[in-house]
């Protein structure tokens, strides 16, 4: 499938609270490879969640293996459906961006380790322990199921917000 268009802050998809995948049937099957696709063609893209293409459906992709930050510690290409945190700990500051805040970064506060429950693509339940960026990039995303961009979760309006110079 063609990589999707990605809506822009302040489009109000990106504000709302998603609903669960009622079943894993052929519309989301295709969802699924368009974000897929669309992670992968996006500059620098690790994740990419369905309502970042205009779907409010509980559904994210996520692989940071492609990533200097994440090649030496991740669980390759994660489809996950009606994703849940189960555990989180510890904490570290970093910046993030992201493809619907095109112009902007920003230094976002999240836990080093997260365990996160889903149903994968093919709807097995699957449970997965996450840490460093790819933990990082799986609450980044999972954030976007719930109307939540990394501007509301930016530590410092005055000191931690940036200006992106160039996007590739």
Sequence with gaps: MPAQKILLYPHPVLK????????????????????VDTMREGPGSVGVAAPQIGATLRLCVVDVSASRLGRENNHG???MINPEIVHREGATIGREGCMSVPDYTGDVERATAVTVRFLDGEGTPREVEASGFEAIAIQHEMDHLDGILF???IVSLKTGLFRRKSYR
Excluded: G
């Design 151 to 153: 501007l509301d979760r």
């Design 16 to 35: 709302k609270f998603c609903n669960p995948v009622p079943a894993i049937d052929e519309e989301i099957r295709r969802l699924t490879e368009d974000l």
């Design 77 to 79: 290409l994660l489809v």
